[in-house]
């Protein structure tokens, strides 16, 4: 499977104190998306089994204790206006 290296992206905690994760979306619905975790170096998200993963490069550190402390997260992809695009949770798999 090919991955997309995604450099502009942010985590958040919302007001409701979820992890979020928000981006420029692309234009497809996502279909059973995962976000895997591999160590402390890679967070890759699948959206579905049809399109390149997206790699989630220089994860800050403090993002990674967040990331191993929730079952999930809130995805949120934006389109270049800031608008919401696709809003979804995805489950986190720690390989």
Not at 9 to 27: A, I, P, Q, R
Not at 83 to 95: G, S, T
Request: hydrophobic letters at 40%.
């Amino acid at each position: 499977m090919s991955v997309i290296h995604e450099e502009e992206y942010d985590f958040l905690l919302n007001t409701d104190d979820e992890l979020m994760l928000v981006f420029y979306g692309l234009d497809t619905e996502p279909s059973a998306p995962t976000l895997f975790l591999r160590g402390r170096e890679r967070a890759l998200l699948t959206r579905s089994a049809s399109e390149p993963q997206i790699c989630l490069d220089d994860v800050p550190e403090e993002i990674w204790d967040h990331l191993y402390a929730v079952k999930k997260v809130l995805v949120c992809e934006i389109d270049e206006d800031g608008e919401f695009k696709h809003v979804y949770d995805v489950p986190v798999v720690r390989e």
